[in-house]
């Protein structure tokens, strides 16, 4: 049962991602009305980065065997992250009668809360990823 809502958190959030995707992906301009001049260009460029910057673009996922009893690494940390580091770390860990699903606050690349060390791995590989 645990499995399952830890499936379902990690479906909601990457409907999430998906939904500010297809967001930002509809309000944007026609390419009619897209500036001609060189200035115009960078600003329009400078305007999507800065938008960017909010979205969350990096992200790993850690499995692993939180139990030497249980086998298979059914156990997962998912750090998704935006640019300046900040986001969440989601953990399930997976005992042989329970599942347990965990949420950290991260802000610039660390947490206030002690991280284990596969939550520090998933942040480390989020920091090198990007999509």
Known sequence: ?????????????????????VDRWSRRRPDHDLPADVPGLRAEVAALRAEAKGA??????????????????????????????????????????ESRTYTKSVVGWSSEQELSPEESEAVAHARMARL
């Open 1 to 21: 049962m645990e499995l399952l809502l830890a499936g379902i958190a990690v479906v909601l959030a990457a409907a999430a991602l998906a939904l500010v995707l």
């Open 56 to 97: 969350l673009r990096h992200l790993a996922v850690i499995r692993y065997d939180a139990f030497e009893e249980m086998g298979g690494r059914l156990s997962w940390s998912l750090a998704l992250l935006d640019d300046g580091g900040d986001g969440v770390v989601l953990s399930s860990i997976r005992g042989r009668n």
